[in-house]
């Protein structure tokens, strides 16, 4: 078991980037995919991002893609969401998730362990 931090959300205008990070306490990522995952009010958690336990093999979303880029550091235990060009439509909680494999997924419940979230709004 891990826990997961995110850090780095908050407020940004709309066409304005922001990243933010995953790291984990307790034990390492680096064995470990790891998906970020967003939730706005009165809608279902979905896949955003996913990269495998070495950064080989990525996954977007289509509403994403183009705009927001995955990546790893697993030297410093960490996973980035990069999100440029946001939209209204961004905002939402986002969540990094963690699974004991080395291959991504897309199913919420693939994954095994689950950051707090952190918060992101793009102002209009």
């Known amino acids: 078991q891990v826990q997961l931090v995110e850090s780095g959300g908050g407020l940004v205008q709309a066409g304005g980037s922001l990243r933010v990070s995953c790291t984990s306490s307790g034990s390492t990522i680096r064995n470990y995919a790891v998906g970020w995952f967003r939730q706005a009010p009165g809608q279902e958690r979905e896949l955003v991002a996913a990269?495998?336990?070495?950064?080989?093999?990525?996954y977007y979303a289509d509403s994403v893609k183009g705009r927001f880029t995955i990546s790893r550091d697993n030297a410093e235990n960490v996973v980035y969401l990069q999100m440029n060009g946001l939209k209204l439509e961004d905002t939402a909680v986002y969540f990094c998730a963690a699974r004991v494999r080395h291959f991504l997924a897309r199913l919420t419940g693939d994954y095994d362990n689950w950051g707090q979230g952190i918060l992101v709004t793009v102002s209009s």
């Open positions: 990269v495998d336990w070495h950064g080989a093999e990525t």
